[in-house]
């Protein structure tokens, strides 16, 4: 399981909010905790900013499953340290929206031939409740839908499995056969046949950053 969080870190004295998605594994065990690289915009006003420790991934099944956060999702880098390690299931988490998703999860899908899935909130006003700090306020100037949702699921060809859903909660299943992603990759494969590190490669820091270092 992926699960997007805000994490307080004890390595980081414990104030700093980072915006995190953790993978949990059958066991229950939190194998890894990916800080978002990089607050988009205006959340640089509350989140801190990550690093590469998370960019990891896992076995799930015949399935390498990695994931990102939000709008680094777009970031070319970032996707490759991922398919670099065999990732053919791609979990992308969003706070929500269509705009989000329907384009970037099957553009994913094309340029890495894995599936794709996009999960994506719904955050509608009824939502706020009364113990949020100025709670009438933000009904007041918020829209009956703030985030309509979008989540959806890509083959690795691009093509939908699970077409974009807006403006209602749903739990969603597919099942999905790994023969795809290898029927897909005999044309393409980023990180495989089709790459060439002699040429280009990427190296990717993934020490979790840490103000100090101690010896005892």
Same mark, same amino acid.
């Given at each position: 399981?992926?699960l ?16 995190s ?5 059958a066991?229950g065990e ?6 978002k ?5 205006e959340?640089?006003?509350v989140w ?11 076995k799930?099944?015949p399935f390498?499953v990695g994931?990102?956060?939000c ?6 880098l970032?996707r490759?340290?991922?398919?670099a390690?065999g990732?053919?299931?791609h ?12 384009d970037?999860t099957?553009?994913i899908?094309r &340029?890495?031939r894995?599936?794709v899935?996009? /999960?994506?909130g +719904?955050m509608? %006003?009824d939502?706020?409740g009364?113990?949020l ?5 933000l009904?007041?100037?918020a829209?009956?839908?703030?985030a309509n ?11 939908w499995?699970?077409r974009? &859903?807006?403006?209602?909660?749903s739990l969603? /299943?597919?099942? +999905?056969?790994? %023969?795809?992603?290898?029927e897909e990759r ?5 990180a495989?046949?089709?790459s060439r ?8 820091n993934?020490?979790r950053q840490?103000?100090?270092e101690f010896d005892d």
């Amino acid at each position: 399981m992926y699960l997007g969080t805000i994490e307080r870190a004890a390595d980081r004295g414990r104030h700093s909010l980072y915006c995190s998605m953790v993978y949990i594994d059958a066991t229950g065990e939190i194998r890894s905790i990916h800080r978002k690289l990089m607050p988009t915009h205006e959340e640089r006003l509350v989140w801190a900013i990550g690093d590469g420790n998370g960019l990891r991934t896992h076995k799930l099944g015949p399935f390498t499953v990695g994931g990102l956060n939000c709008w680094e999702n777009w970031l070319p880098l970032a996707r490759a340290a991922l398919y670099a390690q065999g990732e053919d299931l791609h979990v992308a988490i969003w706070p929500g929206n269509l705009r989000n998703t329907e384009d970037i999860t099957r553009h994913i899908a094309r &340029e890495s031939r894995s599936f794709v899935a996009s /999960v994506s909130g +719904l955050m509608r %006003r009824d939502d706020i409740g009364d113990d949020l700090p100025h709670a009438a306020l933000l009904r007041d100037v918020a829209d009956d839908v703030m985030a309509n949702g979008g989540s959806c699921l890509a083959s690795p060809g691009g093509d939908w499995i699970l077409r974009p &859903e807006v403006n209602k909660e749903s739990l969603r /299943v597919a099942e +999905l056969e790994h %023969r795809f992603v290898l029927e897909e990759r005999h044309s393409l494969d980023v990180a495989g046949h089709y790459s060439r590190p002699d040429v280009t490669r990427l190296i990717v820091n993934r020490k979790r950053q840490t103000t100090g270092e101690f010896d005892d």
